[in-house]
């Protein structure tokens, strides 16, 4: 496989990843949502008399505080979507591509041909056949190393897509991925393009062992019980499960990095956040477990059709490449 396993899941991980790019870009923004709700505005005192009130000048209305609960809503897909091309206009939902390129040119690039590396060198010389359990292996391996390897553009990636929120006076106004990292190195130091490295690690860790081995394990389960033939149904089906099983696994882990990638850190100011696992524990504490969960819906929305036109990508291209 060598070299080739490379190109082959290069060319389909950029085609999948700018494809799904707007539901990625929805997913983050929902992630983010409730992390740093506004103070609420102060209430006018309302005036109130006894009911036994005397005439008298010197008899003053009596004023208490009544303090208005402030509910925040929490917007679902279809809405925030909405929301991005109303004030943004429709380009707004391809925020950050150029870092989404960049991101799959060097993670997924990496993950995908040291997987088929693994899996070429560790599985059965007869059956060709590789084992679970070391299906699992080879994704956390390739996977914690092409985390590694992209870290830089995940974080520029995850910034300019939950740039649209914040006041414009508040917006980094990345041009693109270079000078997102270039303003990065220039105000926070080069140290900041590994921000949340080892949540990114532990992720694409997660990721590829649930998403690439469990697509194999499908494959292999769909073919050997002829429930379909080698073709695009197979392919489809058991890419659709992969992204499934990927996103519920994950989606914790994800909610995290993304928020500590996103903090904006000041000089001379505490960071909202010392780390991953005080983010997690913030999170937990002002917004309930289940807020580990937030963007699920995105999340799956995205990682299923991700995970399809990933793996049919995948395997068209390996057809085209087959005689290289």
Not at 88 to 98: E, K
Not at 190 to 211: E, I, P
Not at 220 to 244: N, P, Q
Request: glycine share 8%; hydrophobic share 45%; with cysteine.
């Amino acid at each position: 496989m060598g070299l080739k396993g490379f190109v082959e899941g290069g060319i389909a991980s950029i085609v999948a990843g700018c494809s799904t790019h707007p539901l990625d870009l929805i997913k983050v923004r929902m992630q983010l949502q409730g992390e740093a709700a506004p103070a609420p505005a102060p209430v006018r005192a309302a005036i109130y008399r006894p009911a036994l009130a005397f005439h008298s000048t010197a008899a003053q209305a009596h004023q208490f505080h009544i303090p208005v609960p402030q509910a925040q809503a929490r917007a679902g897909l279809i809405s925030v979507g909405v929301k991005i091309v109303q004030q943004d206009g429709p380009a707004a939902l391809f925020s950050g591509i150029s870092a989404t390129v960049l991101r799959q040119t060097l993670y997924s690039t990496t993950r995908m041909g040291l997987y088929e590396v693994l899996k070429e060198k560790w599985s059965n010389p007869e059956t060709h056949n590789l084992s679970l359990r070391k299906k699992i292996l080879a994704g956390l391996i390739a996977g914690g190393v092409g985390a590694a390897v992209g870290n830089p553009a995940d974080v520029a990636m995850i910034r300019m897509q939950a740039d649209g929120r914040l006041p414009v006076a508040q917006r980094r106004n990345y041009k693109s991925v270079v000078d997102a990292i270039q303003q990065m190195i220039k105000s926070e130091g080069v140290s900041s393009l590994w921000r949340g490295s080892s949540l990114t690690v532990n992720r694409a860790m997660l990721v590829t062992a649930s998403q690439l081995a469990s697509y194999d394990q499908f494959k292999e389960m769909i073919l050997e019980k002829g429930v379909l033939r080698d073709g695009l149904g197979t392919h489809v089906t058991a890419s659709f499960a992969a992204g499934f099983v990927a996103a519920v696994v994950s989606n914790p882990v994800d909610v995290i990095k993304t928020r500590v990638m996103n903090m904006k850190v000041t000089p001379g100011i505490a960071p909202p956040y010392a780390g991953a696992l005080d983010c997690a524990m913030k999170t937990i504490k002002t917004e309930g477990p289940m807020a580990l969960y937030k963007g699920f819906i995105p999340t799956i929305s995205r990682q299923g059709p991700f995970t399809i036109v990933l793996f049919v990508t995948l395997e068209q291209v390996r057809k085209l490449l087959k005689d290289f």
